[in-house]
């Protein structure tokens, strides 16, 4: 190379790489596969009562307590009332994560109402004579109800927990979506639960 | 000891929706009918969570 020429600079410059969010959070996804196989669950569940009722010429079979309808219908509209209200808390904790704390709290508060009403009714229904062991209807009704009222549960200790985060300033909105999700499957799942089951 | 577990808990309900099964038009009906939704659902929540997810994907206001 002659004396006093610059070398050309022949580095190819790469612009900075679009930083681009995930499509959807770690915590959201794995949420989505566990509501999915919940979803097989119960479907299996839904599939063998439908089965079962077909078995018997009268359903519920004669002879048996009857189911609170009404009170559960009741019950029912406390479970939505509570998911409408986590609808809300996700919307307020978008704009600022404080204002979620209220909405938050009446969602927990009426989770807690629905599984202490629905052990209220099973309370009733167990001195009234059905157990487990009275008729395949009777197993059914425990066994999908009772597995219903065991995802409430495990739900409510979720927002419980995130409650706390949340009061604590440590509530990331991803785990809040994920926590919300769940709760959204439980309040949705059971209609579908009370129309099979008791209606 | 596991077998005399399942004995036991299969001694409790009287969930078995195939072992009372009879041969009725009602039954075999509903075995149709849930073998039809069973099959479906899982393609239907796994294809409607992958239509999802692409969209999701292809959205530009995810792009920061």
Sequence with gaps: MAYGMSEPDLRIVHPPPRER????????????????????????????YAIARTNVPVWPPAGQPRLPIEATGFNTLVLLASGA?????GRRFAEAPEA???????????GVFFV????YEWANLLSAGLGLRTSSHSAF??????????????????????????RAGDLSGDSFWAGRLFWYF????????YWQVYL | MSGAGLWLL????????????Q??????????????????LPLGLIGGGALWLWRRANDPSLTA
């Design chain 1, 116 to 119: 202490l009403f629905q052990g």
């Design chain 1, 21 to 48: 969010k995930p499509v959807v959070p770690n915590a959201v996804l794995g949420t989505m596969i566990f509501i999915l196989t919940e979803c097989m669950l119960f479907a299996g569940f839904i599939s063998a």
């Design chain 1, 141 to 166: 009704f425990y066994l999908i109800v009772g597995m219903h009222g065991l995802h409430v549960l495990g739900g409510t200790a979720v927002i419980v927990r995130q409650f706390v985060q949340l």
């Design chain 1, 85 to 89: 209200l986590m609808v809300y808390a």
């Design chain 1, 100 to 110: 979620a704390k209220r909405p938050m709290l009446g969602a927990v508060a009426l």
């Design chain 1, 186 to 193: 439980v309040v949705l799942l059971w209609p579908v639960l």
């Design chain 2, 23 to 40: 041969d009725d038009e009602d039954t075999r009906q509903a075995f149709i009918d849930t073998t039809i939704f069973l099959s479906l």
């Design chain 2, 10 to 21: 299969t001694a409790v309900a009287w969930g078995c929706a195939v072992c009372g099964g």
